[in-house]
């Protein structure tokens, strides 16, 4: 009884977790569609479910009991009087009993295919829509997700599976394509969001509309013209850089010198401004035209703000747009436009969010100064936000001036006056006194004690950082190791281990002003200078295309490649080459060229980013590709992914692979 009990109150629980996560997760099951006609009275419809990654159980869609989980397909009603015989399930099935759940269930680990026969004369035309409803089991947790589907089998002879038809298979693909790249550019834009130099704009945001939105009405409109401003300018603007100048366009901007050092000044001068030193206001002049046509001056103001988070925007999110920028190359011109456009939609709503929101803090900010405090405290972050911006233009420039425990002293100062400016131990000529208690004395709110209590808390954690100590929380803020000129913590380069006396080759080219971030490993900076070294010691190379400013590759280079396993055979397995896309070292005349797409390489940056887009069709960073002595791809690992399982076993892959080519 007890037993039983157990069995169905896990069923229960997961039957729950199930119907809360029934959206697609193109992470768990690729799904794939066709159709063959056997003879000119019976077709053959085939789905097909590949499981994504390792370490996966796919749930088969028959169950050897009543308690047992398991996936579904499901044919609509306007299909069932069609099919003939059962659903049938081919595939590596195996059976155990799950430990979890404590009932016998049946999975797969690679792949499942379901076929079902469906009565079709050879005249006929008809689309058979349904659902697929899919069970994982991964890390010990139950997923799952459905998705929707359409198989179209055309009158006259279907399409043979894997193929498309000229009448609507390629049609279904392109349209596919376009739906992917549209929700693939909406989750980049909510993921951008929270990237540094997007967050900044925050309090700037917020500041600029507390005064504009003094009412419901006038809050949802500026609302509007914020997020649809945005939307123009972004997807006008990607799209049109990326089409004239070519896929390397949009990181140049990001890496330069003049863009990163504007947007440092920018945020410099919104920052002080809102510590109180003075207000940023339109002249005189401007303000008397705007005042004789107020909509006009309203939509501009609020046009140039959108413009300003665009172009601040462009920093963090060239990973992104480099896929885009690739296509674009390619010919393509109904994607990109269509990527930029869910990008930008993501990427406004928070921000049309707070154009609105002030509309509700100036109804509560007409008694006290809270607001004031809420604006001198943005005004503090501001500053330290602005230090990534000059601190982008220095790496890549080299020119040392905001090395890494110098950017986290300032950082320290910053934080820890925010802290005694919460506390009251700090004022500024604008505050309003504390709020007094019932005797006459000033106190603190609890809510001001708590925000003063995470940023001295923040302090001390930024202070063993100035020792070498990695910060892995904030890595993706912060200027890379090499940069700190006193780290206790540093590992020094040990030999690669050879068990068969092989040499030892150390990189040459460029390391007077580059030095490997993976500790322990000689990384090459040169390509033609690590294949050189990796077929003197008979391995496979990593290229790891990376960038100075590259927040996604601090985080990949601290959380994942400093991990012992990982280090452990990057050592001793593997030559790793590591090719900086946004470098402005300026190569010499001898290696300048020009690319495919008439583009003039001047500097190392462009030559890197040229061979990615060359090797990869991509310009994405971080990315990391395995190749061969003969410079082709063995293996693709991506990008940014944090899980060091994964990464190990992607290397033990790669080794396996490699000698068993030799």
Known sequence: MKQFITRSLAFLLLTFVSLGVRAQDSSLVKLSYSSERLNDKEVLLTIKAVVVGEGKKLYSINKPSEESVNSTVEFDTTAKKFLKDSLVEKGNVKAEKDADLEVDVKYASDSLVWQQKVSLSDAEAKTFAGKVSFLVKTNGEYKSGEEEFAIEVPAGGATEAGTDSAAGGSTDQSKNSLWSFFLGGLLAGFGAFIMPCIYAMVPVTVSFFTKRSTSRKAGIKNALIYSLSIITIFTAAGFLITLIFGPGALNAMASSAVFNVFVFAMFII??????????????????????????????????????????????????????????????????????????????????????????????????????????????????????????????????????????????????????????????????????????????????????????????????????????????????????????LNKIQAAAPASSDGEMEVKPVKYTEFLESEIPGVHAFFDYEEGMEAAKKLNRPVLIDFTGHSCANCRKMEQEVLTDAEVTKRLQKDFVVISLYVDDKHRLPEAEQYTSKDGQKIKTMGDKNLDFEVNLTGNSAQPLYVFVGHDGKIIKDAGGYNSNIPRFVKILDEVTKTFKEKK
């Open 270 to 487: 919104f920052g002080i401004s809102f510590l109180g030193a003075f207000e940023i206001t339109l002249p005189a002049s401007w303000s008397n035209r705007a005042d004789t046509k107020a909509n006009f001056g309203s939509f501009s103001g609020i046009f140039f703000m959108a413009l300003t988070l665009v172009i601040v925007s462009f920093s963090c999110t060239v990973p992104f747009i480099g896929l885009l920028t690739v296509w674009t190359a390619k010919g393509g011109m109904i994607a990109p436009l269509i990527g930029f456009l869910g990008f930008s939609l993501a990427l406004s709503l928070p921000f049309a969010l707070f154009a609105f929101f002030p509309a509700l803090l100036n109804k509560m900010a007409k008694s006290g100064g809270w607001l004031n405090t809420v604006k001198v405290a943005l005004g503090f972050i501001e500053l330290a936000l602005a230090l990534k911006f000059l601190s982008s233009a220095d790496l890549a420039y080299h020119w040392g001036i905001l090395d890494r425990e110098v950017y986290l002293a300032l950082w320290i100062v910053i934080f820890g006056l925010l802290g005694f400016y919460l506390l009251g131990k700090l004022r500024f000529h604008h505050d309003d006194d504390l709020p007094l208690n019932d005797y006459g004395k000033p106190y603190l709110t609890v809510t001001r004690l708590f925000f003063a209590i995470a940023a001295l808390s923040f302090t001390i954690y930024l202070i063993p950082g100035l020792w070498g100590a990695p910060l892995k929380g904030i890595s993706a803020w912060l200027p890379e190791m090499k940069t700190q000129d006193f780290n």
